[in-house]
């Protein structure tokens, strides 16, 4: 049984690392048939690292430059694509951005400029930071323009990204090429591999199409979204990964519209999973398969020997869909990713932990409410976005359950903005540790989880965070919430209506 997290297992949102072959662009993915790369990949390319940045220190503060415009950048031999892409003015940009690190306890701040026709935001995609600086909808930025947030770094070690995340826009933009990563470090854990780009390696999987021009054709969808037919690793195309010591730590992002990768690796190994979305799990688990769906992360441990080629792999699940169902949004296809390329001599690695430092799961001896949320269709609850429209409050440093139970035929996903949360195996009336700390877990159709979430004490009745499906055509034909965090005194009588940002400037 693949890891996972949800209600039975751990569904630990988790990408793999691609490189699909080019076999043409269907115009609807909804019946398309199974894809196989197997044995058709020669692994030529080097994998592309992201740039790292720490940014600069400005009275204080750590201080990033981020700037979104359009760039071009080759993927497949001899054609040049039209992209977009994240640049912090150190270096030129390529596709994607850099990944930005910063300390638990720093003030971080970021400087966006937008140098797009359109206008687009930044989403801190599994942040603890107040709900005006979330990136979300509600904070626009109009072409030309400049948005500077700035906040506290007040949570554990974890692999986080950033995107786009305008409503209604959020798939085009992210599969134009807008998302970095974020790395958050607070010291623990020493024996991890650490080194970036050497041991300490991210992997940001994507899938996409192209044109006979060598464009992306970003037409067509299937039941869960955009599903393409070549797969790129952190935008490479083709990829292998050097390997030069005896063991390399993967932090991988599954940043795909709504492709879900079932990792596992050719030879069936096993690794380490020692971390989920939001940071480490108490232990390192030994796992042979890992799925994982649209913005979650899982951190692994792999073992090389000298003269290693070990392939890593998206082999066929099963998410109760129908079969044709299953074949359109990529569920039976096999593909080979990534070749992990070990040198005929390695240097020595550390031993991994028994043991991880991992943050206490949620008090549930004292849980404020317990709330459900039905997905159904393109919607929550029944109801579709409203911008202006307040679904949820709570109360700030409250412990809540939310159960999520998923009514559709197809599978979805379910993201909270601005917290972290662990799952609670039925029947138990506590969460799993060993599940995880998530923002975004996977439901299969008629699958339902029960989350454990600490809110955070930041508090703003006019400024709300959103809940979601992340398949991203999901989201933006309207499966999306939204709460607002005040004190729990003032949860009876907070607003539930606000201006919509694009009306009211």
């Keep these: 049984m693949s890891t996972r997290v949800h209600r039975r297992t751990l569904l630990a949102g988790f990408a793999a690392v691609p490189v699909i072959g080019l076999l043409g662009c269907d115009q609807d993915r909804t019946t398309a048939a199974p894809i196989s790369t197997v044995g058709t990949l020669d692994f030529g390319n080097p994998l592309v690292i992201p740039p790292l940045t720490t940014g600069t220190v400005i009275g204080g503060v750590r201080t990033f430059a981020l700037r979104a415009g359009p760039s071009a950048t080759e993927f497949l031999p001899g054609r040049t694509t039209a992209t977009w892409a994240y640049s912090d003015g150190r270096s030129p940009a390529r596709y994607l951005g850099p990944t930005l690190r910063a300390q638990r306890g720093e003030q971080v701040r970021v400087i966006v400029r937008n140098d797009l026709a359109d206008s687009t935001t930044v989403h801190w995609h599994g942040m603890h930071l107040p709900a005006r600086y979330d990136g979300g909808p509600h904070q626009p930025i109009k072409p030309g323009a400049t948005w500077s947030p700035q906040w506290s770094i007040e949570q554990p070690a974890a692999t986080l990204w950033y995107h786009p995340h305008p409503h209604g826009q959020t798939e085009g933009q992210v599969n134009r090429g807008l998302a970095g990563l974020f790395y958050l470090e607070d010291g623990s854990d020493p024996d991890l591999p650490h080194r970036y780009g050497v041991d300490d390696v991210p992997l940001i999987l994507q899938d996409r199409r192209f044109d006979a021009a060598g464009q992306f054709d970003l037409n067509g969808h299937a039941v869960t979204g955009y599903v393409g037919d070549t797969i790129l690793v952190n935008g490479t195309y083709n990829p292998h990964l050097r390997v030069t010591t005896r063991r390399v730590r993967l932090r991988i992002l599954n940043g795909s519209s709504a492709r879900i990768y079932h990792l596992a690796f050719a030879d069936n190994r096993a690794f380490a999973l020692t971390g989920t979305d939001a940071g480490h799990l108490p232990a390192p688990r030994r796992i042979r398969d890992l799925l994982l769906s649209p913005a979650e992360r899982a951190e692994i441990v792999v073992d090389v020997t000298a003269g290693d080629r070990a392939v890593l792999r998206s082999i066929p699940w099963n998410l109760n869909m129908a079969a044709p169902l299953t074949d359109g949004a990529g569920g039976n296809d096999h593909l080979d990713l990534l070749q992990l390329r070990a040198d005929h001599r390695l240097n020595p690695s550390r031993a991994l932990p028994a043991s991880l430092t991992s943050a206490a799961s949620p008090d549930t001896t004292n849980v404020a409410a317990e709330r459900t949320f039905v997905l159904d269709?393109?919607?929550?609850?029944?109801?579709?976005?409203?911008?202006?429209?307040?679904?949820?409050?709570?109360?700030?440093?409250?412990?809540?359950?939310?159960?999520?139970?998923?009514?559709?035929?197809?599978?979805?996903?379910?993201?909270?903005?601005?917290?972290?949360?662990?799952?609670?195996p039925p029947p138990a009336s506590r969460p799993d540790p060993t599940l995880g700390w998530k923002d975004t877990v996977l439901l299969a159709a008629g699958e339902t989880a029960t989350l454990a979430i600490g809110f955070p004490s930041y508090t703003d009745a006019r400024n709300p965070y959103m809940y979601h499906c992340h398949l991203l055509w999901h989201e933006d034909e309207g499966m999306m919430a939204q709460f607002t965090v005040v004190e729990p005194g003032q949860i009876a009588t907070a607003p539930r209506v606000i201006p919509d940002p694009h009306q009211h400037g």
Aim: with cysteine; proline share 4%; aromatic share 6%.
């Design 377 to 424: 269709g393109r919607q929550i609850n029944g109801r579709p976005m409203d911008m202006t429209r307040i679904d949820t409050v709570v109360g700030a440093g409250t412990c809540e359950l939310w159960t999520v139970h998923n009514a559709h035929n197809q599978p979805h996903n379910f993201h909270i903005h601005g917290v972290s949360f662990q799952i609670l």
